[in-house]
T-cell receptor, first 112, second 112 residues
Framework: DAKTTQPNSMESNEEEPVHLPCNHSTISGTDYIHWYRQLPSQGPEYVIHGLTSNVNNRMASLAIAEDRKSSTLILHRATLRDAAVYYCTRSAGGTSYGKLTFGQGTILTVHP | DSGVTQTPKHLITATGQRVTLRCSPRSGDLSVYWYQQSLDQGLQFLIHYYNGEERAKGNILERFSAQQFPDLHSELNLSSLELGDSALYFC???????????FGNGTRLTVT
């Protein structure tokens, strides 16, 4: 399974927007793009997912490129509690939906 | 709190031994997934069970096995343990297709 590619780390200031990029150039046409985040000593936590069009929820927005080879997770106003490792993942649909392929993730540091 | 419970939280054992990790999914979730997180391999999908039946296998070693019981809890059995099996083992559950995974906080296995 092809993994996604993300920057190793990013930094942000509190209350500023954060754009976390992800490259998934080998994604198939029916694969979903998911974002999870992991705080220290916890399991991954679902953030958002999408297939083709941009998605918004209470936590974040997901912007998917028209060719689907990349996507960007947008945290509109970063807080200190958003400091975590953010994983861009992919999966097929249907019965394989939960079979996620994780990359190395981006460590997000939020400065007060 | 994701609602997924994993026990024990920590496990220290010696090479060659066998251990059992336990997972209680969220109430009503029929699907259970097991993931392994190690420093060198990152998060990797191991196996998926749905309502007691194995549905998908990932990078799971032959020394490892899992099952899901009628009450939907799941166990991951690791045998002939090696130093390289030291990792965090996460369980995740979800109620139906195309819904996000909810991860537990993991079991940290240390093989000495």
């Amino acid at each position: 399974d092809a993994k996604t590619t993300q920057p190793n780390s990013m930094e942000s200031n509190e209350e500023e927007p954060v754009h976390l990029p992800c490259n998934h150039s080998t994604i198939s046409g029916t694969d979903y793009i998911h974002w999870y985040r992991q705080l220290p000593s916890q399991g991954p936590e679902y953030v958002i997912h999408g297939l083709t069009s941009n998605v918004n929820n209470r936590m974040a927005s997901l912007a998917i490129a028209e060719d689907r080879k990349s996507s960007t997770l947008i945290l509109h106003r970063a807080t200190l509690r958003d400091a975590a490792v953010y994983y861009c993942t992919r999966s097929a649909g249907g019965t394989s939906y939960g079979k996620l392929t994780f990359g190395q993730g981006t460590i997000l540091t939020v400065h007060p | 709190d994701s609602g997924v419970t994993q026990t024990p939280k920590h496990l220290i054992t010696a090479t060659g031994q066998r251990v059992t990790l336990r997972c209680s999914p969220r109430s009503g979730d029929l699907s259970v997934y097991w993931y392994q997180q190690s420093l060198d391999q990152g998060l990797q999908f191991l196996i998926h069970y749905y309502n007691g039946e194995e549905r998908a296998k990932g990078n799971i070693l032959e020394r490892f096995s899992a099952q899901q019981f009628p009450d939907l809890h799941s166990e991951l059995n690791l045998s002939s343990l090696e130093l390289g099996d030291s990792a965090l083992y996460f369980c995740a559950s979800r109620p139906e297709y195309n819904s996000p995974l909810h991860f537990g906080n993991g079991t940290r296995l240390t093989v000495t």
